[in-house]
């Protein structure tokens, strides 16, 4: 570890502090339809939206009614990606002439865009065309992250309404969501990002012929325009197979900064826009302390780890009289570009969002440096989260820290003026029960079997079984990175990883919206002696607290069969 990698990551965090209430405020403005400085030219836009599809963007909905327009808008999405991806040899802007993409393959990849995973079990050049990549993944990037983000919204509205039986308009927040918190900035972003000289254009791959001799063709196409929303709307989906390490998505330090400072912006902005909508944004910042104290603990963990290196190495360089090798860490699956500081950060930020970027291999750090992106997703991604899911996802542990204080001191649980009962923490459970129940079941399913979970994969003990566990994290928790020593693209994979992402998405939305509906018809109590203050750094560390005992009293046992394990086992010189 250096000064000057702990001075990037400082820097990078102090960037996501100053954006917080820029981005905070503006989301509030948004969505409560007060006036902002895009509206002359977006205004016109939404109207004609709303004429052409029917919409009454004067009439809330039940969360009932939200719930089933959002369920139906993600089925007809999904299929219509689903149809696309199996006849795109006939469709137009496909230079390469890439064929129909296999059943079992085209509902995974399906399933993956429409939850906002962005899960690929293929490599994006070599089976999508241009016109797949753009009409369907890039949208799906746009409408997947616009989705969770409206259901973070109407969360918080019923906190911060009284007494109303609504939460708002799906349809509404989706366009709003759209055309000014996306839209925009991707924009500016894409421009930004060609500039730093990811590529952008229709041409067909061209072919080459480099002084050794042996052809190659060099793949290209319209990546600065999926690069940015993949990042800005915590998607994660590359259109190269090495995603955010290939030098075409993500060329320079400027670029590669720009990447990780778009993954966690709107993420960050909504605790200060919770804050802003409820009347307590002490309460905002408080939640936004929580999140970084754990980002810090995460990433922290991750540099020190990688920069200690493999004490088998090391120990091999001071047997041959050479210099040892672990100040130099483990660079095995980085790119020299950014090294040790940027990689660690990097996957701290992609796996604290719902987000599968990369820029460096998951599956080549070692097992401690490994460990933190696994646990960073079975906590359910809400250190400040994909947008909208990690504000929802937090939201539900704030539901369980508020219900075991008032169980301390011996009266009915407030939060915001909102009497906490139990339907709301049944809720609350039923949310978080989600993650443990599918991910543990398929993970147990598959190392037992020969024939399906183990024919693949390429390690064995246990980092084979975190590679098993990591993808059914990964694609439970809607983030999409993998440890690439297993191959997904199998029907047993493809099948049971991408029911899990839609299980993952779509049973926690349910209780997250039902809770909504609850207290937003809820009266407002005045705070008592008995209270708990939900601004203080007390309430921040029970929260903190809360988030590590679920994820440990879960998958502790996993943990401890998988990284940990492989750690102390590397420590006395056997590796898998």
């Keep these: 570890m250096t000064a000057n990698g702990w001075l990037q990551i400082l820097v990078y965090l102090l960037a996501i502090l100053a954006v917080t209430p820029l981005i905070g405020r503006f989301m509030t403005r948004v969505f409560a339809r007060e006036r902002t400085w895009l509206d002359p ?10 004429r052409a599809t029917g919409v009454d963007e004067t009439r809330d909905m039940h969360w009932t009614e939200y719930a089933v327009a959002m369920l139906l808008f993600s089925g007809v999405s999904m299929l219509v990606l689903y149809v696309m991806q199996r006849v795109q040899q006939w469709l137009p802007v496909n230079p390469q002439k890439f064929g129909a993409v296999t059943p079992d393959l085209a509902f995974n990849t399906a399933a993956s865009f429409t939850t906002n995973t962005n899960w690929q079990a293929y490599s994006g050049e070599s089976t999508m065309s241009y016109l797949t990549q753009m009409a369907g993944l890039a949208y799906h990037n746009f ?13 918080i509205r019923g906190i911060a309404q009284k007494e109303r039986d609504s939460i708002g308009n799906f349809w509404v927040d989706l366009v709003r969501c759209t055309l000014w918190v996306l839209l925009p900035f991707c924009v500016a972003g894409t421009l930004l990002l060609v500039s730093q000289g990811v590529v952008q254009n229709l041409r067909p791959y061209d072919t080459v012929t480099p002084i050794d001799s042996k052809e190659q063709v060099i793949a290209q196409g319209p990546v600065a325009s999926q690069e940015i929303i993949k990042e800005w709307g915590t998607n994660g989906g590359g259109f190269f197979n090495a995603n955010s390490a290939h030098p075409f998505e993500n060329p320079t330090p400027l670029s590669n900064f720009v990447e990780m400072f778009a993954i966690l912006a709107i993420s960050a902005g909504l605790t200060y826009t919770l804050g802003d909508m409820t009347g307590s944004r002490a309460h905002g910042w408080a939640v936004w302390g929580a999140m970084a104290f754990l980002f810090l ?33 483990n660079m095995e699956g980085k790119e020299t570009r950014f090294g040790l ?14 987000c599968g970027a990369v820029n460096s291999w998951h599956d080549s750090f070692t ?27 937090i939201l539900v542990f704030i539901v369980l820290s508020v219900f075991i204080a008032g169980l301390m001191v011996g009266r009915t649980p407030e939060y915001l003026g909102k009497k906490i009962q139990s339907y709301d923490v049944q809720m609350a459970m039923l949310g978080v029960l989600v993650f443990p129940l599918v991910i543990l079941a398929l993970t147990g399913i598959s190392v037992l079997s020969p024939t399906f979970g183990l024919a693949s994969l390429s390690n064995r003990g246990p980092h084979g079984l975190s590679e098993i566990l990591y993808a059914f994290a990964s694609g439970t928790g809607n983030n999409g990175s993998a440890f690439a ?38 009266k407002r109590v005045a705070p008592s002696s008995g209270t708990f203050p939900v601004t203080t750094p007390l309430f921040a560390s029970l929260l903190v607290s809360v988030v590590l005992i679920v994820g440990a009293l879960t998958f502790f046992p996993a943990l401890s069969l998988g990284p940990i394990v492989e750690h102390l086992l590397m420590n006395h010189g056997q590796v898998f």
């Design 143 to 155: 409408a997947s992250a616009a989705v969770g983000i409206a259901l973070a919204i109407a969360f």
């Design 341 to 354: 500081a940027n990689s660690a950060l990097f996957a701290t930020v992609t796996t604290d969002a719902s």
């Design 367 to 393: 097992p401690l440096g490994g460990m933190v992106p696994l646990v960073n997703i079975v906590l359910g991604e809400v250190i400040f989260g994909g947008v909208g899911a990690g504000m929802y996802g």
């Design 41 to 50: 030219v977006l205004r016109p836009v939404e109207r004609s939206i709303y």
């Design 297 to 329: 603990a995460g990433v922290t963990t991750v540099y020190w780890s990688e920069a200690r290196g493999n004490p088998i190495l090391a120990a091999a360089g001071a047997d041959q009289t050479t210099t040892a090798l672990a100040p130099g860490g």
């Design 485 to 522: 020593g297993l191959n997904a693209n199998t029907k047993w994979y493809n099948a049971t990883i991408g029911l899990a992402m839609l299980v993952g998405r779509f049973f926690m939305i349910i209780p997250t919206l039902a809770i909504a509906g609850s207290l937003g018809r809820k």
